[in-house]
């Protein structure tokens, strides 16, 4: 038996058909997988094998970013060379929100913070420590990343912290790391490292705005919690 291409489809089937009559937002995910596929395998179409992939991570693209070459390839009808087109092109994806992202936000609140930041670190299976740098107008001016650790702790140099924040005059910064677990009560030694860093910055007269803990759906703020 044949592979079921995408040519062998019912006009109204065809994915790359319908994004060109109809428009990219009226194509399902598993659509705009089935065109990153191509075809599918003797026993299910493009779409049949985009559904099944997308039904063993409960339909969530993030879940799909994730995978490897090797776990896409797990599944029959996918090679290399298909597992690489998803991958790319969910690669591609990730950099375009994350650039419209950090064109220098405002930040009026610790969510605006979560939001930028869990684009960056939600998602890592390691601990990152990160610094916005902002300036009167409370904008970003910079971000850095300070230092990246192990699966449940990274250790912060503090003189990094504020060298980056003096050579670019930044008044305020507001400090982020993510936690791999999910859990998002701050350890002790979080708070330590978040008083060490709020002394040092009223020595340098850099006020510390915020400290955030990220995950991948949420996030803790120091300053909303009253431990600033």
Request: hydrophobic share 45%; net charge neutral.
């Amino acid at each position: 038996m044949e592979k079921l291409t995408i040519k062998s489809w019912a006009l109204d089937d065809r994915p790359r058909e319908k994004l060109i009559a109809k428009g990219k937002v009226a194509l399902s995910d598993a659509e705009l997988i089935a065109i990153l596929i191509g075809s599918g395998n003797r026993d299910e179409s493009a779409v049949g094998l985009a559904k099944r992939i997308l039904n063993s991570i409960n339909g969530n693209i993030n879940e799909l970013a994730k995978l490897s070459v090797e776990k896409l390839t797990e599944f029959k009808g996918i090679g290399e060379a298909k597992a690489i087109n998803i991958i790319t092109a969910l690669e591609l994806g990730k950099r375009r929100q994350l650039e419209a992202a950090l064109e220098k936000p405002t930040i009026t609140s610790s969510k605006d913070v979560a939001t930028l930041m869990q684009q960056i670190i939600g998602d890592l299976e390691h601990e990152e420590f990160w610094v916005l740098f902002l300036n009167n107008a409370n904008k970003v001016i910079a971000k850095s990343q300070i230092s990246k650790g192990g699966l449940t702790a990274t250790i912060v140099d503090i003189r990094l912290v504020f060298k980056k924040a003096l050579e670019i005059a930044s008044v305020g910064i507001i400090v982020c790391h993510n936690h791999p677990s999910g859990k998002l009560q701050p350890s002790n030694a979080d708070k330590h490292l978040t008083q060490k860093i709020k002394e040092a910055g009223i020595t340098l007269d850099i006020k510390l705005l915020d400290h955030l803990i990220i995950t991948e759906k949420a996030y803790f703020s120091f300053a909303d919690e009253g431990l600033l």
